[in-house]
Nanobody, 122 residues
Framework: QVQLVESGGGLVQAGGSLRLSCAASGRTFSSHAMGWFRQAPGKEREFVATISWSGGSIYYADSVKGRFTISRDNAKNTVYLQMNSLKPEDTAVYYC???????????????WGQGTQVTVSS
């Protein structure tokens, strides 16, 4: 069992930066791949980024590639999402999630956090 709690969301102007954190509890965190997803109002939850348990495999959605960076610290049971050059279309609730393997598919994540709001003003 893995419990996930996101933090770091907020209001930022376009072009600004935010760093999201996802703190995990449970002894199996370092065995899980971790992902970030986001959901804007009226839209489906979409994949943003994922990282393998070792950090050796990382994938990004095309819409964030080159602007967002996912990383993890297994000693701290935490995964991060550094978001730079933010755009109004990045506005959404951001969720972290845990899976037993690296995947971009939402359905293959077993554990989810409650989400943190990111709002980018123009």
């Amino acid at each position: 069992q893995v419990q996930l709690v996101e933090s770091g969301g907020g209001l930022v102007q376009a072009g600004g930066s935010l760093r999201l954190s996802c703190a995990a509890s449970g002894r199996t965190f370092s065995s899980h791949a971790m992902g970030w997803f986001r959901q804007a109002p009226g839209k489906e939850r979409e994949f943003v980024a994922t990282i393998s348990w070792s950090g050796g495999s990382i994938y990004y959605a095309d819409s964030v590639k080159g602007r967002f960076t996912i990383s993890r610290d297994n000693a701290k049971n935490t995964v991060y999402l550094q978001m730079n050059s933010l755009k109004p279309e990045d506005t959404a609730v951001y969720y972290c999630a845990a899976s037993w393997y690296v995947t971009t598919r939402r359905s293959e994540y077993d554990y989810w956090g409650q989400g943190t709001q990111v709002t980018v003003s123009s």
